[in-house]
C-alpha cells in the first residue's frame, strides 16, 4: 500500500534525452508547452549569444596582446602598463555581451507573440480553405 505521506516524485530530466523531453512537453497543456518552447529558444539564443562574446573577446585579447608586446618593444621608459588594456578590452566586451545576452535570455515575450501570430495565420488559411470550394 502507498505512503499517504510520501512526496509525489518529481520528474527528473537532467539526465533525459530528446524522446524523454518530448514526451514531457506532449503532457503539458498547449499555452504550456508554448511557454516552454519558449523559454528552450531563449536560453538557446542566450547561449549563442555567450559563445559569440566568448570569442570575440578572445580575439581582441589576441590582438591587443599582440599590439601591446609591439608597443612595449618601440618604447623606452617602463611601458609595462600597456599589458593591462587586453584585459581591460576583454572585461569591457564580456560585460556587454553578458548584458546583452541576459536581455535575449529573459525575452520571451517576442516568441510568444511570434508563435500567436503564427497560429492565427495558421487559422486563418486553414479557414479559409474551408470555406473556399474546390476547383
Given at each position: 500500500?502507498?505512503?499517504?505521506?510520501a512526496?509525489?516524485?518529481?520528474?527528473?530530466?537532467?539526465?533525459?534525452?530528446e524522446?524523454?523531453?518530448?514526451?514531457?512537453?506532449?503532457q503539458?497543456?498547449?499555452?504550456?508547452?508554448?511557454?516552454?518552447?519558449?523559454?528552450?529558444?531563449?536560453?538557446?539564443?542566450?547561449r549563442?549569444?555567450?559563445?559569440?562574446?566568448?570569442?570575440?573577446?578572445?580575439?581582441v585579447?589576441?590582438?591587443?596582446?599582440?599590439?601591446?608586446?609591439?608597443?612595449?618593444?618601440?618604447?623606452?621608459?617602463?611601458?609595462?602598463?600597456?599589458?593591462?588594456?587586453?584585459?581591460?578590452?576583454?572585461?569591457?566586451?564580456?560585460?556587454?555581451?553578458?548584458?546583452?545576452?541576459?536581455k535575449?535570455?529573459?525575452?520571451?515575450?517576442?516568441?510568444?507573440d511570434?508563435?500567436?501570430?503564427a497560429?492565427?495565420?495558421?487559422?486563418?488559411?486553414?479557414?479559409?480553405?474551408?470555406?473556399?470550394?474546390?476547383?
Amino acid at each position: 500500500m502507498a505512503d499517504p505521506t510520501a512526496k509525489p516524485a518529481e520528474l527528473d530530466l537532467s539526465k533525459a534525452d530528446e524522446h524523454d523531453i518530448a514526451r514531457a512537453v506532449k503532457q503539458l497543456k498547449p499555452e504550456e508547452a508554448l511557454f516552454f518552447l519558449a523559454k528552450l529558444e531563449a536560453v538557446i539564443a542566450k547561449r549563442k549569444v555567450q559563445l559569440t562574446g566568448y570569442l570575440v573577446a578572445f580575439t581582441v585579447w589576441l590582438v591587443a596582446t599582440f599590439l601591446a608586446l609591439a608597443y612595449y618593444g618601440t618604447h623606452d621608459g617602463f611601458v609595462g602598463w600597456i599589458f593591462l588594456v587586453p584585459f581591460a578590452l576583454v572585461g569591457m566586451i564580456l560585460y556587454a555581451f553578458g548584458m546583452w545576452a541576459e536581455k535575449v535570455g529573459n525575452n520571451t515575450q517576442v516568441i510568444l507573440d511570434r508563435e500567436a501570430k503564427a497560429a492565427e495565420a495558421k487559422a486563418a488559411t486553414e479557414a479559409k480553405n474551408v470555406t473556399s470550394p474546390p476547383k
